[in-house]
């Protein structure tokens, strides 16, 4: 792979994998789907991040977080 690719395709994808393990890991879930979804990602790296990302569920945080960007500004 050349330089140019490395930079600009493999690079972004190594993050983007790295942050979806991370947040597997730091995720409350329980241990036996951690160990799944581990799994399917380092197995399927690019389709099991994917996969993860979209199936999902956002956390309280995330819902609240996004409810008060969308209420009107004051």
């Known amino acids: 792979m050349?330089?140019?690719a490395w930079v600009f395709i493999?690079?972004?994808l190594l993050v983007v994998w790295v942050v979806g393990i991370v947040d597997i890991v730091r995720?409350?879930?329980p241990r036996a789907t951690?160990?799944?979804w581990i799994m399917i990602?380092?197995?399927l790296p690019f389709v099991g991040t994917l996969a993860y990302f979209i199936?999902?569920?956002p956390t309280p945080e995330e819902i609240r977080l996004t409810q008060r960007a969308r209420r009107p500004p004051r």
């Open 2 to 4: 050349s330089t140019v």
């Open 10 to 12: 493999g690079i972004p």
């Open 27 to 29: 995720r409350d879930m």
């Open 34 to 36: 951690k160990a799944v």
């Open 41 to 43: 990602v380092l197995l």
């Open 55 to 57: 199936l999902r569920k």
